[in-house]
């Protein structure tokens, strides 16, 4: 059984940072991918927001346009570990951020395969 869970959310003032983890397990290959996803405040009823995703075993990544070039997403395949770098945080990024089991398909992108941490809170100070 898959497993993720996320931590490493907080308060943050605007332009700072924070690194959010996603402890995975259950894998029996590197043939998956994470991605990390948010739902913002207001905005519950509507579907989660990609953030970024990471192929674990290309290490290939995907960035939204919002995440680009303030946003890295690593991975620590010792650590079983998936990070997210936030910086020059915005109040505009506050939300519960969650980590999800995705399938990269080169040529084509990444897929959700539906397995959800339950999510670490980010609050941003302005």
């Known amino acids: 059984e898959v497993q993720l869970v996320e931590s490493g959310g907080g308060l943050v003032q605007a332009g700072g940072s924070l690194r959010l983890s996603c402890v995975v397990s259950?894998?029996?290959?590197?043939?998956?991918?994470i991605g990390w996803f948010r739902q913002t405040p207001g905005n519950e009823r509507a579907d989660r927001e990609k953030?970024?995703?990471?192929?674990?075993?290309?290490?290939?990544?995907y960035y939204n346009n919002f995440a680009e070039g303030r946003f890295t997403i690593s991975s620590d395949n010792n650590k079983n570990t998936v990070y997210l770098q936030m910086n020059s945080q915005e109040p505009e990024d506050a939300g519960v951020y969650y980590c999800e089991e995705d399938q990269y398909y080169s040529g084509y992108g990444f897929y959700e395969r539906g397995s959800w941490g339950r999510g670490t809170q980010v609050i941003v100070s302005s």
């Open positions: 953030v970024s995703c990471i192929s674990i075993s290309d290490g290939y990544t």
């Open positions: 259950g894998f029996t290959n590197d043939d998956y991918a």
